[in-house]
Structures are given as structure tokens and as C-alpha cells.
């Protein structure tokens, strides 16, 4: 008795050098894509740099104490807001690179996903700017016990911008769960047994990507990625009992 092995409509045995030149062709289209944003939201960046700063820090001084300090903050910046523009286009080059390997029903399930997933990314952001930020750093405010705040541009402006893009980022793990669930890479037993390895590892690197010495920033973030990966597994589970 045979037994007829269904493949992807695309897929075909694959040399390394060759699945590595498919890479590099797509993440080269990406890193143009990035410099000319960058170029273009440079000239602005000033601008906006003070808008957010007014927002998230009103009635506070904007120090520097280095010559290139300001330009580097710049630069940083509109790479961080061209990072939140163009984050469909980076998730349509991943999908184009892993498509010749995906049934057409996990093409459909991952098309249908991606602009999901770009939501998701913009609350998390908009939440980490507008809502988290503001407050952690009202909050911080309390331990300097009286002293006049000497706050610079670049410490600042990147623990910001580390925020709200952690917290961005963390709400793509329930996405990132369901789309390897359903392509068969891990189940619910798999997210369970990993928790305590995710959970230590993004506090770890949430205290070392921000200045806040009260570890505000630190627990809300690894909060927020609590939420999303309990949800990822309650997710998984519901999936694999229709499957």
C-alpha cells in the first residue's frame, strides 16, 4: 500500500547557499527600505523629538552633554518610528521567505494574521508612549527625594523608546503562538514548559535596557508579557482541541 506524501504547492529540496541568498535578497530589500525612512523622518525628527519629550516629561529641561548626543538621539528615533511604519512590510518579506514552505491553508491562516499582528503592535506601542511611559516616569520622580532632576536627551529618550517597543513587541507573542501552533512547530505543552525560561530571561533584559532604578518599567514590562504569553498558551489550547 503507497502512501501519497502532500507537499506545499512550492516546495522543492533547496541548497543552504541558496535558501541563504533568498535571505539576504529579502532583508537587503528590507535595510533599503529602513535607510531611506530613516533619511526621511530625520528631518522631522527634531520636531516630534520635542513633542514626545513635552508629553512624557512636561515642564522638564532637555539636557545633552555631548556634542553628537542630540543627532545620535535623532537618528535613534527615526529609526524607532520607521521601524513602527514599516513593520508590515518586514512581516510580508518573512512571510514571502518562509511561503514556499507553507500549505495553502497555512497561507491563508498566516495572511490573515499579519495585519492582526500589525494592530497588535501599534496598541502596544501607542499604549507604552501614551499611557505606560508618562507614568513610569512620574513615578520615578518620587525617588529623587527633592533633587532637581538633570535629565538627558539620550537616556531619556531611549528608555522611551525601549518601552514602548518592548511592550509592542510583547503583544506579538500571542500571534507568534497561534501561527506556530497551527503550522505544527510547538504546542500548549511546549509554551508551558518554556514560561519560567521566557519570563526570567525578558526581566533580565528589561533591567538592563532601562535606567528605571525602582523597577517600575522592569515588572510592567515583564507584566505585560506575563498577559500575553498565559493568553498565548489558553489560545493554543482551545486550538488543538479543533484540530
Known sequence: MSVLIVKPPEDREMPLQEHLAELR??????FVVF?????????FSGD?????????????KVYVVAPTEWFMVQLTFSFAFVLVVVYPY????????????????????????????????????????????????????????????????????????????????????PVLAVI?????????RWLKGKRWIVYLAVFALATNVTFDVSGISQL???????????????????MEKRI
Open 25 to 30: 535578497k529579502r532583508l537587503l530589500r528590507v
Open 35 to 43: 535607510v531611506v525612512g530613516i533619511a526621511l523622518t530625520f528631518r
Open 48 to 60: 516630534l523629538l520635542r513633542v514626545l519629550w513635552n508629553y512624557i516629561l512636561p515642564n522638564s
Open 90 to 173: 518586514l512581516a510580508y518579506e518573512l512571510y514571502q521567505f518562509a511561503k514556499p514552505g507553507l500549505y495553502e491553508n497555512e497561507r491563508k491562516f498566516v495572511k490573515t494574521f499579519i495585519p492582526f499582528s500589525y494592530a497588535l503592535f501599534l496598541v502596544g506601542v501607542a499604549l507604552g508612549i501614551f499611557v505606560v511611559v508618562p507614568r513610569v516616569f512620574s513615578v520615578s520622580m518620587i525617588f529623587n527625594l527633592g533633587a532637581d532632576p538633570f535629565l538627558t536627551a539620550k537616556k531619556t529618550i531611549y528608555s522611551a523608546l525601549k518601552i514602548a517597543l518592548a511592550i509592542g513587541l510583547s503583544f506579538q507573542i
Open 180 to 188: 506556530a501552533v497551527r503550522i505544527g512547530l510547538i504546542d500548549s
Open 220 to 238: 510592567l514590562i515583564l507584566a505585560v508579557v506575563v498577559v500575553m504569553y498565559e493568553l498565548s498558551i489558553v489560545i493554543a489550547k482551545a
